[in-house]
Structure formats: C-alpha cells, structure tokens
Antibody, heavy 121, light 107 residues
C-alpha cells in the first residue's frame, strides 16, 4: 500500500536551516506530483509547496517563497523540503502528500504522518 | 491568490442530525473543490473531490455540491465517528489554499 514517511523535523533556532525528507513506497513515485502541507499547533492546514512528477516545475506559498525549496529524487523515491531563514511562524507539523490527478481535478489522496518542526530560541 | 472561507467555524449537532458546511471561494474555481476530514491526532483524509465525487471507501452519507464560488458538504445522518474537523481546499491554481476549517462537535 502507499506509504509516505517524513523525517528531519526537530527544534531549530530562528534564522537557521532544516531539511525535511519524505520517503515514498508502494507506488510509482516518479509518476506523481507531490506536495508539502503544514499545520501549526492547534491551527488549520496550510499548503506549502508542490513539485511536478519529474521535478521540472515547482510552486510555493507566498509565506515560504524564497526561503523554502522543494526537490525530489525519483531514483530514491524521496521528496525533500529545504527550509532556510526559519521563523517562529514556521513552527508546524509538516506533511508530505501525494496528488491524485483526475478529470475532476487534483486532490491529495495519501498523506504521511508528518514531522514536527519547532522554531525557537 | 484565491481565498477559501468556510462557515460555520464550529457546529454542534447530535447523532442522526443532518449537517451542512459551506465553503466560498474568492473567485470562480469551477468544480475544483475538495473536502477533507481530520480527526484529532490523525492525518487529513479526502472525502470529496471535484466538488461532488465521493472518494472510494467514504460512506455515502457524505455528499458535496456546488460550482463556481459556492460549495456545500452535507452529512445526511451524523454518526459518532463523523465528529471531526472538515476543510475545503481548491485545486484550481496554485496556491492550493484550504479553508480555515469547521469543527463539528457533539451536542
């Protein structure tokens, strides 16, 4: 079955960097657009970034543009999120999610369990 | 960017009741609207995609409707396991923003 496992979260000081990973299995990773979505403690869902199936296109939320970089290695079934210049407002549980494309539009049909990032001095 | 606004923010209802949650987009998104359910401590789960298509395995008491800017999620007869937070999300263009969520609580 589809499995997405995030890692790399932790406590980091403001202004520092952190790299998250998402290991995928149970499906043909290189055929799917992938996303990062985050959820601050006790808050709602916030879309963060997407990368196309082949890595040729990426898009970001305004709140992370210029600070975060999404990437993928299809040979290793791995999605990454490089986060720099971290701020306290980046504190959240970060999920990777698989996009399912349909004639009725894309949606996220599988999610990892998330990795927690805490930005604090 | 397209903004998504859900109402109400919270809803109190009883088992067996019919529950309706609405979602409004700041501009027309056709039918590129998805609904997710999230229970405390759990990962979000897609219920409805393309405004009205039921995700495989989701009970038929869940239904979605709407197009353009106004959308509705309806739960026809609430079951104990339906008390959760619900989010709408558009997938018309990036950023694929979510609504702020509707917390459905037991009365």
């Amino acid at each position: 079955q589809v499995l997405l496992v995030e890692s790399g979260g932790g406590v980091v000081q403001p202004g520092r960097s952190l790299r998250l990973s998402c290991e995928a299995s149970g499906f043909t990773f290189g055929s799917y657009t992938m996303h990062w979505v985050r959820q601050a403690p006790g808050k709602g869902l916030e879309w963060v970034a997407l990368i196309s199936y082949d890595g040729s296109n990426d898009f970001y939320a305004d709140s992370v543009k210029g600070r975060f970089t999404i990437s993928r290695d299809n040979s290793k079934n791995r999605l990454s999120l490089q986060m720099s210049s971290l701020r306290s407002e980046d504190t959240a549980l970060y999920y990777c999610a698989r996009e399912r494309g349909t004639v009725r539009g894309p949606h996220f049909d599988d999610w990892g369990q998330g990795t927690l990032v805490t930005v604090s001095s | 960017d397209i903004q998504m606004t859900q109402s109400p923010s919270s809803l109190s209802a009883s088992v067996g009741d019919r529950a309706t949650i609405t979602c409004r987009a700041s501009q027309s998104i056709g039918r590129y609207l998805n609904w997710y359910q999230q229970k405390p401590g759990n990962v979000p789960k897609v219920l409805i995609y393309g405004a009205s298509s039921l995700q495989s395995g989701v009970p038929s008491r869940f239904s979605g409707s709407g197009s353009g800017t106004d959308f509705t999620l309806t739960i026809s007869s609430l079951q104990p396991e339906d008390f959760a937070t619900y989010y709408c999300q558009h997938s018309y263009s990036t950023p694929y923003s979510f609504g702020q969520g509707t917390k459905l609580e037991i009365k």
